[in-house]
């Protein structure tokens, strides 16, 4: 099995005291437009090799990193979406922190499920992204990449959104209808923006879903639905950082990533889940 941060770790650091539980999730079930979801797991953790121990001036991995064996992805989407909610919800519950690798952003409906109901308490949601995904279905799926944060909100999730460009018009409905908090990548890009303060009444336990097309394809086309116009490497981890001061990380994925044979996507991947890490501390 490979193992995330496998030529850096030492044998304790990689044992069940581990703060940090890595999950594969290879799940392409929904995806509507480009593929490769399902080996995007693996990728991130293969490149993941390559990174440095020190990020932002910590070291994440001297607190352990655990990485466990891929979710079953074969079935209905709602038994996944249980045996994804069982990893996650186990680690809360042992107090470590669920790191996600994906596959389809349907997934984290199930991630995300699993950390509240561990948790028992409210739980925000910072969603880096191209898409809102408020969509109540889509192609007849309610469990659609698309609809994966419209099941979320539903549940009593608080929702910020950061990066999206592309958007229909149920979604904006959506977004009015639930009270979402959003700023979108054309106000976020052309303004330089790199610090947004969350409403004060959104919860201190946050969630951070990382879709990788959020990032601008000149920064990341290996995704499905590269849509021009995106955050900047830089700029999507400062909205992040920023947006969890004060707060506490307690659970995180990146998805839609989907391998196209050139290693410089797959360690950026693995970069970011490993800065994600960092932002934990």
């Not at 070291?59 to 045996?83: F, H, N």
């Not at 069982?86 to 389809?104: C, H, M």
């Not at 539903?154 to 910020?160: E, N, P, T």
Request: glycine fraction near 10%; hydrophobic fraction near 40%; charged fraction near 20%.
């Amino acid at each position: 099995m490979t193992i995330f941060l496998d030529s850096e770790l030492t044998r304790a650091e990689r044992g069940t005291g581990a703060r940090f539980r890595v999950i594969p999730v290879p799940l392409e079930r929904t995806v509507s437009y480009g593929v490769g979801t399902a080996t995007g797991p693996e990728a991130i953790i293969a490149a993941s090799n390559e990174l440095e121990r020190i990020c932002l001036g910590k070291e994440p991995c001297a607190m352990g990193i655990l990485t466990e064996l891929p979710v079953e992805c074969e079935g209905p989407l709602p038994e996944i979406m249980a045996r994804i909610a069982a990893r996650t919800g186990a680690a809360i519950s042992d107090g470590k922190i669920p790191v996600t690798l994906g596959g389809e952003h349907s997934l984290s409906y199930g991630a995300v499920m699993g950390v509240a109901r561990a948790l028992g308490r409210p739980l925000g949601l910072i969603q880096i992204d191209a898409h809102a995904d408020l969509r109540i279905s889509y192609h007849g799926e309610p469990h659609s990449h698309a609809s994966v944060m419209h099941l979320l909100t539903d549940q009593g999730i608080r929702l910020a959104q950061f990066g999206v460009r592309a958007i229909c018009q149920e979604e904006i409905d959506n977004r009015a209808a639930k009270g979402i908090f959003f700023r979108d990548a054309e106000d976020l890009v052309t303004g330089g923006v790199h610090a947004v303060d969350l409403p004060e009444d959104f919860p201190q336990d946050v969630y951070v879903s990382f879709d990788v097309d959020g990032l601008d394809p000149a920064v990341m086309p290996a995704t499905g639905t590269p849509v021009p116009g995106g955050l900047g490497y830089y700029q999507a981890l400062h909205l992040v950082e920023h947006a969890l001061k004060g707060r506490r990380c307690v659970g995180f994925d990146v998805v839609e990533f989907a391998p196209d044979g050139k290693q410089a996507w797959d360690f950026t991947a693995a970069q970011i889940a490993y800065r994600l890490m960092a932002a934990c501390l």
